[in-house]
Structure formats: C-alpha cells, structure tokens
C-alpha cells in the first residue's frame, strides 16, 4: 500500500478536456448581483473553478463511458438494472434494491412509508432533504450527533458519531414506539465530512436494536467513511474499504443513497432495504413518483455507469487520492491562517465565516457573503452552509447553527492540485482584506430549501467586496 509520506499522484490521467472560461472581476460582480448574491443562481458559464458542490459533478471513467453505450432501454427489466441490483446487493449487502432518480427520491420514500405525523426521527446532524422529508412526513428530527461536531475547532477524528447517551436519553423521554427509525449520515455532510468510527455504528445499532427502532444508513458517502475508518480506527489499517463498507452495511436495515457522491456517477439513487414487506410497499411507491421500480427515474444507461462507479469507489487508490486532494486544500488554508473546520474532513473544506468575518453579524449572514465575496475575487463558486441553509424555526425566526460556514467541495477526478493552489490564492487574499466584505440581507426568501433560491443585497453600498 502506499505511503502517504512518499509524493503521489493521481492515479488516473485525462483523456478529455473541458475548456474552462475565464471572466473578468467587472463581469462577475454584475454577475453575482444579477445572481441575488446566491452562488446556485450563477450561471456556469460564469464560473471559473466549481466547488458549489460534489453532487453529480463527478468525472467518470472511459469505462464508465464505455457502459453508457451498453444502455438496455427498455422500459421493463433492463439489463442494466439486473447488473446495477447485483452490484449493489454485493458491495452495500441489502436484500432488495429501489432505483430512485437520486438521493431525496429514496429519503421521500422511506419517509412516507415508515413515518406518522407526531413521530420523532433522530439522526447524526441534520441534511436539508433528508429533514424536509421527514418533516413533510409529519415527523420532527432531533439531533444526536456527538458535541464535538458542532465545535469547529475540535481535533475529535470521529465527529459523525452518534451520542449514545443522547440517544439513550431521547428514547426513555419519547418512548421507542415514537421513533420509526435512526436516520444514520456516514462521513457527514453539514458536520464538515465527518466520519462515523465502526465502533461507533455498532454501538448505535446494538442501541436501537435493543429498542426494536430500526436503522437506515445514509449511504451517500459511506466509502468515503470507510477509508477514515481504515485510516484513523485502530484494528482498521489496510482492511480493504469493501470489507469495512459490508461490516457497516450489515449491522443496518437499510439505506437511502445518492450516486452522485460516492458512486461516480452524475446523477441517480437508490433505496435498499431487508424487510420484504417494506420493501413490497416501497416497489409500489417508487412507480408513483420516480418511475417502474427497474429503473427509478433513471436511464438503462444510468444504471451501467452507477454499477461500475460502485465497482471503481471503493478502490483505495481512489479514495486515498480522492480524500487527499482535500486534505492538501485543508492544509494549505490551515498554513495561511484561514480558520476551517478541523479535523479536515473527505469532501471539501468548510471555513469559519464567523471567525473570517468577525465583523458581519449573524443577522448579516458572514457564511452568505462570503461566497459571493470569493466568487468576486476569482471565480470560484462555494455553497454557504450556516443559517441560509438552515432556515427558520416553527415560530418562523431565523435558527442561527453554531456552525456558519462555507463550503469548497470538491468534485471527484475533475480538478488538478494546480486549481486547488488557485483556491488557496484567492481565500488567502479575502483574509488578509476581511473588512472590505460587507454583509447581505434577504430581498426574496422561498418557503421551501430557501438556500437554493433565495436572493438578497448588500446591506451597505452595492456590492458585498469594497474596493481597495
Ligand atoms: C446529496 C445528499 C442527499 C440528497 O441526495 P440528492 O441526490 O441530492 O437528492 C442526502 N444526504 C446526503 C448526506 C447528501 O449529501
């Protein structure tokens, strides 16, 4: 296995490129005005270095092009979804697999079918269509994640834990028949691309299981999981990720699953799940709204690429140089005194927008403007993951997290170390001229994932990056 001390690479080369545009600094602040200061409203074209997200962004391989051309589109019974139930049956374990065309199509089911209105749904920190799901559902999620995830600058190498106690605590307070199930985040997204450790998943599960509440894992990045596992877990180092993916999938009842992270793909999903019954209802659900349960909303070729791109992520060559072009942005930040959260994490950097911008109010939204002050600055486009993306509690006041921060995700195989260096340029030079970012307030706010949509303008001058 390779050492990490030693110089590496990538361990692909490129066969196809996409010309990037570059844009002046004119252009992109009439850019980001016209976008309502909100980086999703940008069009791509406008944008230099993409890191809104890792969702669906991928590169796939020449062989998961080659598998595009072997599409069996036939309406029932494709091919491709006989390859694609056999794949994930064998890496993820699951006894029946529901294609979805992507990740919240599988939580809308699972939702609607497992849980009641009044019904309480814990979980490792929230994700926005995972919770919107259950609270359409009638449910209220309530968050057990270990207290050092929402602490930026806790070194704990496992914040997506559960907290046992936590969860032992919600269970004697609400009673186990009010909770249809434990929604469980591998490698969690909001908390920063943190991990679960194995004995941590464990524990949870032999929790809920004594309780009789099942677990349903949200496998979007669980391969990403696994190899902290194998890295940080003592007993871990050098077992192969599908083995440690199998261990974890095993202990669970079932999954809900977006392709467009861990499986290489660009878009596509899954629910899997043991119970024959639910799994019946589920079949008859998805043909409602995704579409007849062979395909789920996607292509036959869709489901070639998303077997093979299960195949191709758990290799750890990918996942060591996947997760390590994060770690070498994380580092380098850390080296400029940029404040992000700590351990790094294995899709992107989050940084500190309150500790970046301690001048903005939370009222002012620091996170928010601080993407659409990076955009001005280089072109990169970053997500705000603070109180936008949260929302506003039922007495319809805004919820300020104890986490403000931005995202610079990282598409898998698409960007060089060069762009990454980019990146780490332009941050750097917004830190040093802080206090010419000004902050935003809100001129249209939907009802629903009001980040997605929502516009807003500077609350001082016309623009949220002053002049020099
Ligand atoms: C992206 C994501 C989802 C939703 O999946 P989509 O494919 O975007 O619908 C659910 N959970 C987590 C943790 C995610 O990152």
Request: hydrophobic share 40%; aromatic share 8%.
């Amino acid at each position: 296995m390779m050492q990490t001390e030693q110089v590496w690479a990538e361990p692909w080369k490129i066969k196809v490129v996409e010309h990037l545009r570059m844009t002046t600094q004119e252009e992109r602040q009439a850019a980001i005005a016209e976008a309502g200061y909100n980086t999703f409203l940008l069009p791509s074209r406008q944008v230099y270095i993409d890191l809104l997200t890792d969702s669906g962004t991928t590169a796939m391989s020449d062989v998961q092009w080659a598998g595009l051309m072997r599409g069996d589109e036939a309406y029932a019974g494709s091919a491709n979804f006989e390859r694609f139930e056999r794949t994930v049956r064998e890496y993820y374990g699951y006894k029946h697999v529901i294609p979805t065309h992507q990740g919240r199509g599988a939580e809308h089911i699972l939702s609607r079918l497992c849980i009641r209105p009044g019904d309480i749904v814990p979980g490792n920190m929230y994700f926005t269509t995972t919770k919107l799901h259950q609270e359409l559902a009638g449910g209220t999620f309530e968050d057990v994640i270990v207290a050092e995830a929402h602490n930026p600058d806790s070194e704990f190498p496992f914040k997506g834990n559960v907290d046992l106690r936590k969860l032992e605590h919600l269970i004697a307070r609400v009673g186990a028949e009010k909770i249809p199930y434990l929604s469980l985040e591998t490698n969690v997204n909001m908390a920063g691309g943190q991990p679960c450790s194995l004995e941590n998943i464990h524990a949870t599960c032999d929790l809920c299981h004594r309780h009789g509440i099942p677990v349903y894992l949200d496998a979007t990045r669980a391969v990403e999981n696994c190899y902290f596992i194998e890295q940080r877990e003592s007993g871990q180092s050098g077992r192969p990720l599908a083995e440690i993916l199998r261990e974890i999938c095993d202990r669970t009842d079932g999954c809900t699953m977006s392709a467009k992270k861990d499986a290489l793909v660009n878009i596509g999903g899954f629910l899997a799940l043991n119970d024959d019954a639910l799994a019946e209802q589920a079949r008859n659900t998805v043909v409602i709204y995704e579409g007849l349960h062979t395909y789920g909303g996607m292509a036959g070729r869709d489901m070639e690429a998303l077997a093979i791109g299960i195949e191709e992520s758990v290799d750890w060559q990918h996942q060591h140089a996947r997760v390590g072009q994060v770690q070498y942005l994380g580092q380098r930040l850390i080296e400029a005194g940029v404040p992000i959260v700590r351990p790094i994490g294995g899709h992107g950097i989050f940084i500190n927008a309150v500790d970046f911008l301690p001048h903005i109010p939370r009222e002012e939204f620091p996170a928010q403007a601080l993407t659409a002050a990076l955009y001005i600055d280089s072109g990169v486009r970053a997500m705000e993951r603070g109180a936008v993306s949260v929302g506003r509690d039922a007495a319809g006041k805004n919820i300020y997290p104890s986490l403000e921060l931005i995202r610079l995700t990282i598409p898998r195989r698409v960007y060089t170390q060069a762009h990454m260096d980019v990146v780490v340029d332009s941050v750097a030079r917004l830190h040093r001229r802080a206090e010419q970012i000004g902050g935003l307030r809100f001129t249209y706010e939907p009802r629903y994932l009001r980040f997605f949509q929502a516009r807003f303008e500077p609350c001082q001058g016309t623009s949220v990056l002053r002049e020099l």
